[in-house]
């Protein structure tokens, strides 16, 4: 004996399937790349994809600094045996003043951690109490900072909101890379 049931499912499971088939387009042409709506057409000549600036407005190298919220830039002046670190804002185009008397780059090196303070530069230019530079000239930091086996991080505190960031090894020497250097 067949059920009443049976025979109504069937039913409504063809008219489902006939629902999700549709209508077929009369012409069965692929889409060719030439019609693409302007939305999915990508026209890479023009303007920037978000590419990540490799340098900072003075040519040292880039420490992000959050979520790329700010940015450190490290300027290694092998001659004056200085280490200047500049706060930059999140898309690398202007100094970012901040209320900090120093900031911190620690280094690990033999297994051991140093902290060295960077002063905040009183001719940077700023508003008073604020400084976007900051300066060491320890010739133990530049060394250190020159050290390929050795790790070193910048940590600052911006808007009372501390941040860190890894200070790669491929810095700037007076903008001129490592090229030439022995280490």
Known sequence: ????????????????????????????????????????????????????????????????????????????????????????????????????????VMVVHDGNRESFKLAADPDAGDPEGKSSRFVSSNAELAEHLDHEGETAKLMVKIDGRSYSGDIAHDHDHDGEGHEGHDH
């Open 1 to 104: 004996m067949i059920s009443p049931a049976k025979p109504l499912a069937a039913v409504l499971a063809l008219a489902v399937s006939a629902a999700f088939v549709g209508c077929a387009p009369e012409e069965d042409e692929p889409l060719a790349m030439d019609d693409a709506p302007p939305a999915l057409a990508d026209d890479h000549e023009g303007h920037d994809h978000g590419a990540h600036p490799t340098e900072g407005l003075h040519g040292g190298g880039l420490i992000e600094l959050g979520d790329e919220e700010y940015h450190g830039e490290l300027v290694h002046d092998d001659a004056a045996g200085a280490v200047t670190i500049y706060i930059l804002d999140a898309h690398v185009e202007a100094a970012v003043p901040i209320d900090a008397a120093e900031v911190t």
